[in-house]
């Protein structure tokens, strides 16, 4: 977690900031590493070969909310270089995954969390929420993902 100070007329406070990558587990994160670094890094032949074991990885990671995994990712550069890498793939993975990111995300209680944390989301990835917002409103989640892969 992040702490802010705050200092103002009537003497300070100490808020705490939500940063989305705070639950993510050790295993989490080694199963995002791997996972991305497959699909951005492999090739098909090797995606094929070891698509059981990539589905594990996946399996394991469907918990994390939506918002924490993009974070996390953007957070990692050798990861959102992966991230980049995989979107480029428009016939073997990128479907695949923006389909079950959609999937997720369109879920009632879901949407409705994302619309609720989409202002401390963009804050902690640097982007503004007005560039979000319209992605969300129209649940184009496509659009939204290569938004945000788009950035410097």
């Known amino acids: 977690m992040r702490n802010i100070l705050l200092i103002g007329i009537f003497g300070f406070s100490l808020l705490t900031a939500r940063d989305f990558t705070d639950n993510i587990t050790k295993r989490q994160?080694?199963?995002?590493?791997t996972l991305f670094y497959s699909l951005g890094e492999k090739g098909l032949p090797a995606l094929i070969w070891n698509q059981s074991?990539?589905?594990?990885?996946?399996?394991?990671?469907?918990p994390v909310p939506p918002l924490e995994s993009l974070c996390y990712i953007l957070k990692h550069p050798k990861l959102l270089k992966c991230m980049?890498?995989?979107q480029k793939r428009t016939i073997t993975v990128w479907p695949r995954f923006i389909g079950d990111f959609s999937k997720k995300c369109n879920q009632k209680e879901v949407y409705e969390t994302i619309k609720s944390?989409?202002?401390?989301?963009?804050?902690?990835?640097?982007?503004s929420v007005c560039q979000l917002q319209p992605y969300?409103?129209?649940k184009d989640w496509d659009g939204f993902v290569k938004h945000l892969l788009r950035r410097p």
């Not at 944390?117 to 982007?127: G, I, M, R, S």
């Open 29 to 33: 994160a080694y199963c995002f590493d």
């Open 53 to 62: 074991k990539l589905t594990s990885l996946g399996d394991e990671v469907k």
């Open 84 to 86: 980049r890498k995989a």
């Open 117 to 127: 944390d989409l202002a401390l989301f963009a804050e902690d990835v640097n982007v």
């Open 136 to 138: 969300v409103d129209a």
